[in-house]
């Protein structure tokens, strides 16, 4: 349980954990502060928010739960603002998709307080943005990753994974490199590649008609691709050294399927999308060892 | 209405074909043939035909509408079967992914009832294959592309419009050639791209690893990447020409996010993501004036 949360950021994300805080019963009083006036008015209308703060550090002061959801982008200039009013017990967690960047910010700004920060990533989201999407269930039966720092201590560690859980997220343990390395793999490219897919199509004169008849394959490949732009430039930016890597080895993987495909070896295409399908079938949202594993956590 | 239906193939498009007109009150008996014999007892068993047949001719023989939904790899084989046993008034459709090679199929084989034949694909499908996952609403509230060739006799399209508009299909007309550039653009490449995606991933190390942290873009996005082998082998290699097409217009557009992000070029990189994200925001998937346009033609 909780006194005060400090929502800096009201946004989906940002919004949602709020909104699942209160469902869950853990707070008492929830601030917010966002860049946008308009938005944070929207926050209290929407009852998200109890109070609309008008700075970073009126939110913070006196906050025991600062949530700092904002694009990666504005994470550094965010801790700066928070620093001196941060109270040395405070749990503070952000919910960037990218961590080592993150934490260097963070390392680079909030001095003594950095044993307050617990770096977390919950992996949910939708292909909309913005408050007026927040829901207190974006959270359950999502995982939500922690990167802790070498100075983070082990009740900090505890507080965060206990939060997560009680709106019904799955906690898993990663370093910030494994972190990075991973979602660059499975979140970052996939979402580089269908905006790129969407782009390639729209470049052609045809695009429109093209797109006119596009099915539900299209649909749920494609739906990644309308994510919003300020918080994905950040997201690829911030993490562009392993994206680059796995766009290597994405192209290598692409130029068998053509390589397949110019020569008209159908058993190699077979083999390569059998492949494919076998890893896919087998594959689901949260699999049965990890759902066993964050309730045995519990 | 309907006497005897014919279902060449007996899987998922097939299956859902005959429980759909079943269900519309279209039809009075449903065969089916299929290569495998398992298979045809198993269509027999979930009462999605009356009676299995032990070859194409056989299940063709005095059917009034007959409809070819086998790999497209197999439908040469499968014209050539029926030929001599199809009626001079009998509709014959396919449901095909690609439309010229089946189509270059049916000319080299089906001589003076080429007439019957109207070549069809429904956008629609799981990724899942087999009579078991058939369902009469497939087609509800999907698109369906009929290529009519120049000896299609007006009277044959519109009976063909008739059968997929009762069973809730929205009809559209495409030439041939315009259908295969249109589906390497807007399924056959992104098929290929969340294929060599997900293959991308398991060919490194940490593979599995990556994998087990995956969330709901992923999945959505891969989805696809779940489709049987064996048809998207020949779906591919049918329309290897307009896939290779397209590859390189998506090869294109990824090196521009590339580019950016080498060169930390961040206002490109969010004006190319913010391309794809208004692109994919307006899109949806009928839409309104194609559904409007649909009941019009109804």
Known sequence: MFQRLALIGCGLMGGSFALALREA??????VGFSASEKTRQRAVELKVIDQACNSVAEAVQGADLVLLAVPVGAMHISFAAMRDVLQPNTLLMDVGSTKCDVIAAAQATLGERLNCF?????IAGKEVAGIEHAEASLYKERRTILTPLPTTG????????DVWTAIGSHVSTLTPEAHDATFAAV??????????AVNAITAQPQGAAFLDMAGPGFRDFSRIAASDASVWR???SANHAEVLTQVAHFRASLDQFETALKSGDTAALQHLIQQASDTRSAWSLLADNACNQASEDK
Request: hydrophobic content about 55%.
């Open 25 to 30: 019963g853990l707070i008492h009083t929830i």
């Open 118 to 122: 617990v770096p977390a990533h919950p």
């Open 154 to 161: 082990i009740h900090r560690l505890q507080a965060a994974h």
């Open 187 to 196: 979140s970052h490219l996939p979402h580089m590649l269908a905006f790129a």
């Open 234 to 236: 950040d997201i690829l």
